[in-house]
């Protein structure tokens, strides 16, 4: 079985990484007759072509931009921060085989059976954030009063730019897709709801909390991901539980949707619990990748978006009296 784990150690850039993954793992599936594989390595390329053909962003980032612009304007007593990234090879690599086995493993708990070769093939093409903005809100201390509730003044003004976000962006050309996800949130607006995937009223198992929507931009033709948060959040997501301490305990999950599907019963689930495993257990101070290096596993220096995706569109603001140059 071929696997990403197998092209870290040449000393290749990532974009040659990507391309001989990507044809490896093509001409195996066509071999063998995998479409999941097949499909799998159609993602790749869109990176690829994401990575050499990515002219367009300039213009996206104009736009976005447009956005951090109304929030100064607005909100001229918030700090914030708005960023863009490319998501790293990485975790790619480990969302789709996450949403192989994830998917899999719930339908075989549900039904007894496993799901036909189409539906694994869409759990890939419902990754739509290869290009993700974030926005990360704090009200200052300076701005509060001794009654103030700071947590609770936060949240108000996040979901008040959330909901402004949608209508906003679709003025400029972005379509707001569809989450799947309805009635899940109380603060979102109605006529936005069934946009949104809200990770705060709802977080995940290891404390996350954001809140996600996903936009076609028809001027590249590509999906956009936009993640907003207070700052608490995005630690927790950065530094915090969500992002390390968890790791023993995604392990352990793992581990179990093994030992309810035994190797051999199912080749897709097979494959993909494979990958995921191995790149779990990557020792990232012994890869070779052109422009990346690492003390360890939390030590890392990542010149070039290997693990932690690469940065398209820094914007910092302190607040309106604080720098008035957007």
């Known amino acids: 079985m071929i696997t990403l784990n197998d092209y870290l150690y040449d000393g290749d850039t990532v974009v040659k990484i990507l ?109 739509k954030d290869l290009i993700a903005y974030r926005i990360v809100i704090s009200l200052p201390v300076c701005h509060l009063k001794p009654e103030d509730n700071r947590a609770e003044m936060e949240l108000k003004y996040l979901y008040e730019i959330a909901n402004a976000l949608p209508d906003f962006l679709e003025e400029r050309g972005f379509k707001p897709e569809l989450s799947g996800k309805v009635d899940q949130s109380t603060r979102i607006e109605d006529k936005y709801k069934q946009y949104y995937r809200d990770y705060i009223e709802k977080p995940n198992m290891f404390g996350y909390k954001s809140l ?40 352990e999950k793992e581990r179990a949707r093994r030992s309810e599907i035994p190797a051999g019963e199912n080749i897709f689930f097979d494959n993909a619990y494979e990958r995921g495993m191995r790149l779990q257990q990557l020792e990232l101070n012994k890869v070779d990748v052109n422009m990346f290096g690492a003390i360890d596993n939390s030590l890392v220096n990542d010149g070039c978006g290997l693990y932690r995706g690469r940065q398209i569109l820094p914007y910092e603001h302190l607040s309106r009296f604080q720098n008035d140059l957007i």
Not at 81 to 101: A, D, H, P, Q
Not at 221 to 249: C, F, W
């Open 19 to 127: 391309h001989r993954y990507s044809r490896d793992l093509k001409a195996a599936a066509i071999e063998s007759g995998n479409g999941v594989d097949l499909t799998h390595s159609n993602c790749l390329l869109q990176m690829i072509e994401l990575l050499e053909h990515n002219d367009f962003l300039t213009a996206q980032s104009q736009q976005i931009r447009e956005f951090y612009k109304y929030m100064a304007d607005r909100y001229p007593f918030l700090a914030f921060t708005f960023k863009g990234r490319i998501k790293s090879l990485i975790r790619l690599e480990e969302k789709i085989n996450g949403n192989i086995v994830e998917y899999i493993y719930d339908y075989y708990m549900k039904t007894g059976t496993f799901p036909p070769e189409s539906q694994i093939k869409d759990q890939i093409g419902r990754i």
């Open 212 to 251: 996600h929507i996903s936009f076609f931009d028809n001027a590249s033709r590509s999906n956009i991901e936009v993640q907003l948060r207070t700052k608490e959040m995005d630690d927790v997501a950065e530094i915090g539980p969500a992002n390390h301490l968890g790791y023993e305990e995604r392990q």
